[in-house]
């Protein structure tokens, strides 16, 4: 069997993390949730300590947002930093918000609120042969 595929959750709303976490059986998708931060500052700590898989964050965040970390993240030198899919997931759905998350360095922008199948299906798109 493969390792599990592992996530870095970002979202400075503790419900959004916890919901997170509780309502998709990760393990049962090929998943792990190494992490479940509330700003950019420690998702980028926890990419340092951890290298996920995928990230999935929040883009307005206290601290540091989903977008600076997105950009450090792929500045660092690890070797899957220009690869690793970083997903956004906020409630800022507009164009604008859109380009900004792809300019930064995101793979894909999701809209909140996110129906667990969504995240998956969109997490899936990103794993190939990982899972």
Not at 74 to 96: F, G
């Amino acid at each position: 069997m493969s390792q599990p595929v592992k996530v870095l959750i970002a979202d400075d709303e503790q419900i959004m993390r916890e919901g997170l976490r509780l309502t998709i059986d990760w393990e049962s998708y090929g998943f792990s949730v190494i992490g479940a931060v509330s700003n950019g500052e420690k998702a980028l700590r926890l990419c340092e300590e951890e290298t996920p898989d995928l990230v999935i964050t929040d883009i307005r965040m206290p601290v540091m947002s989903g977008l600076e970390a997105a950009r450090q993240i792929r500045a660092m030198s690890r070797t899957d930093a220009q690869t690793v899919p970083i997903i956004a997931m906020t409630a800022n759905a507009y164009e604008e918000d859109v380009s900004q998350s792809l300019a930064a360095g995101m793979n894909a922008h999701l809209a909140k609120p996110i129906e667990p199948q969504v995240i998956l299906d969109t997490l899936a798109g990103y794993i190939g042969s990982k899972n």
